[in-house]
């Protein structure tokens, strides 16, 4: 293993933040979208990984939570969250059991060694894969507690929202820079925040196959910043069209601008997916309870086409629309992911119930990548816990609305169902992002419950 430059410094003022749990955890956050960043390094070639920072500081949070669990001697949920934590316990215990089935199979079926075709066929068997994998989904769920645990009242909650959006806001111009550079064609400075020894890490933004710049800033690649940067953009949107401000009102509408760039120059398709779902959702919320809805309407509709008409109108965005994402469905990339999707429906077809083991099975897409991995089961259990998190919150949120509000949603609702959406055309939902999201949507449950109870009336989650 060795230790980058950047985790000289990480790694002992997460060590002397033990004595501060809160900054750690502000730390924790920020440091969730840098998945192309490492601490440290393990491994070579196709194996080597790199440990991420949020991954370090969240695993020191977890350690101080346990230490004070065991002092305290008590563990106390809120009766609000139990059902959805459940619901995702279940769903993570599903995938444990599904680890049973390599030894079942025991090298009597072959699996794609990785997702590229490049990839070998080898015999199922359990390996360090499935270990990893499991760490990595129980891991998902602690942190998911913390940030819930985290983000329990309003003022909670509020501080977890900006912390989260300076670091999409710092990201975004990460990713500005390294576009700027690639126009210049000047070297990108992979070792400050691109310096993991995944060999998805370094590439530089750029695409082998067509002649334009993808940002990817600190994460992996184009496509996982696009996934990252949907859930942020989604959350400033409601933010901004509700007047329920993060920041204040100039520099939250200066960020949302920023997000919606940075989203566009990632050249994802799965990005612009969930801008489109994002735009969708945030729209019918905005528009609830509104008089004259039919103006409204037209006017934003004809303001939008007007601006998009204007974009294409330009000859270089045109070209970069149709090199980024029309000219990649003829590429090597859609070939891969295409055969990886047949290659997960003939394991699922095997082996339907448990499929062939969690972290067993290459994934380009979450339905058929977790019927592959986890099975019927596993993915029956994890669209149960979706559906009832996303039902609860948009019940509580129709309760909960006042013409004072102007919020038929609640906040989390549109960058949890578009984050989703988005990872159906990507891959199965992991990393420190969707933990995020899941642990801030499962603190508005608890937020939302609390005023509908009590009957309040006001702004829902309101700051200012």
Known sequence: MEITPIGWILIP????????????????????PFTATAIANRGTGESATGIQPYLYFGAMLILRNVFDLAYSLRIKVCRNIRRPLLLYTCFVCVCAISISMPFIIDGRSEVLSNGTLEAALVPVRFSGKNISALISL?????????????????????????????????????????????????????????????????????????????????????????????GIFAMQLLAVLHRQY???????????????????????????????????????????????????????????????????????????????????ADSFSALERGTIIL???????????????????????????????????????????????????????????????????SLMVVPLVATIISYMADSIPAGGTFSLLLGLAIAEVAILSEVTSAGAIGKVNGWQ
């Not at 990201?171 to 995944?198: E, K, R, T």
Request: with cysteine; aromatic share 16%; proline share 3%.
């Open 138 to 230: 129980l891991y998902g769920l602690c942190f998911t507690v913390i940030v819930v645990r985290q983000s329990m009242s309003q003022p909670q909650f509020h501080y977890t929202l900006r912390v989260y959006m300076a670091s999409g806001i710092f990201v975004s111009f990460w990713g500005f820079l390294q576009f700027g550079l690639g126009l210049m064609h000047v070297p990108y400075p992979f070792l400050i925040f691109n310096n993991s020894a995944s060999p998805y890490a370094q590439l530089g933004g750029a695409l082998s196959s067509i002649d334009v710049v993808r940002i990817s800033s600190v994460a992996l690649e184009p496509s996982a910043f696009a996934l990252i940067l949907v």
């Open 343 to 409: 290659a997960d429906l003939k394991y699922f077809l095997n082996y339907p119930v448990l499929g062939l083991g969690w972290g067993t099975a290459p994934a380009h897409d979450l339905t058929m990548g977790m019927l592959a991995n986890c099975g019927l089961v596993g993915l029956t259990t994890f669209f149960t816990f979706i559906g009832y998190l996303v039902f609860t919150l948009l019940r509580l949120g129709k309760v909960s609305y006042t013409r004072e509000s102007e919020r038929g949603l």
């Open 13 to 32: 003022l997460g060590v002397l933040l033990l004595a501060r749990p809160k900054w750690l955890y502000v730390l924790a956050v920020f440091f969730t």
């Open 246 to 328: 993060i920041f204040s009102m100039r520099l939250d509408r200066f960020a949302l601008v920023v997000f919606f760039i940075a989203l566009m120059l990632t050249g994802s398709g799965t990005g612009y997916l969930g801008f489109v779902v994002t735009c969708v959702m945030g729209f019918i919320s905005y528009m609830r309870g509104k008089k004259k809805v039919m103006r409204r309407t037209l006017l934003l509709l004809s303001t939008t086409g007007l601006f998009f008409g204007l974009l294409f109108a330009v000859p270089a965005t045109r070209l970069y629309m149709q090199e980024a994402i029309f000219s990649k």
